[in-house]
């Protein structure tokens, strides 16, 4: 209202409040207006910064999350392809936002049942995780235990076991071995290797997994 009240209700930075707005209006699940909120930034983000603006990629993926919230994951595929092409052109290599933006479109692919082509993508943002950050780090952890669900997806168990102890040796590092996350790579080590009948070894890692779920919760 202010921005409107000076007269630059339609500047980038009046766009971006309508972003933010967007934001709260999906929290609360009211999804229509989400999208009429981004659609507006949208327009006039096009007009007053550009078509290729890294601001205009921020909002075409927040809109891309509320058509995922809405159900339609091909348009959400959509908007996140748009918005890559734009940071892939105005970001450093491994920038934060290009990187979610990966690993996002990665994420609707495997819901779209296109595991090749998401397994593709998270390989690419771990490659591009560990040029940045190390390999010691939450994300890098978080994004081997996504490829590692896509490699299990594809029946090659004895990957997505490698995959998910990467993991699990990262997060006992940084965490500790009292952690909600430390918990979860031991049960997905389980369950992949209850796959190939190394039952022992799946009971143990699960066993556990309960121990430290039942401490924490």
Do not use: W
């Not at 500790?176 to 049960?187: F, Q």
Request: aromatic share 6%.
């Amino acid at each position: 209202e202010i921005h409107r009240r000076r007269g630059d209700g339609g500047s980038a930075d009046a766009a971006g409040v309508l972003v933010d707005l967007a934001e709260l209006e999906q929290l609360r699940a009211r999804y229509g207006a989400a999208e009429a909120l981004c659609t507006e930034a949208l327009a006039i983000q096009r007009r007053v910064l550009g078509p290729h603006h890294p601001e205009v990629a921020a909002t075409l993926v927040r809109l891309s999350s509320v058509r995922l919230d809405l159900g339609e994951p091909a348009q959400a595929e959509t908007f996140l392809r748009e918005a890559l092409e734009i940071q892939r052109d105005s970001l450093e290599a491994g920038h934060p936002e290009l990187v979610d933006t990966v690993n996002q479109l990665a994420m609707t692919l495997f819901h779209q049942g296109r595991l090749n082509e998401a397994e593709d993508l998270y390989r690419e943002s771990l490659g591009l995780l560990r040029a940045r950050l190390g390999n010691m780090h939450t994300r890098v952890a978080d994004t081997l235990n996504d490829l590692g669900a896509i490699v299990f997806s594809l029946f090659r168990f004895d990957e997505a076991i490698h995959l998910y102890k990467e993991a699990l040796a990262i997060r006992r590092r940084l965490y500790g071995e009292r952690h909600i996350d430390v918990a979860e790579s031991y049960l997905q080590i389980g369950r992949a290797q209850f796959q190939i009948n190394r039952l022992d070894e799946a009971e143990a890692s699960q066993r556990r997994s309960l121990e430290i779920i039942t401490g924490l919760l």
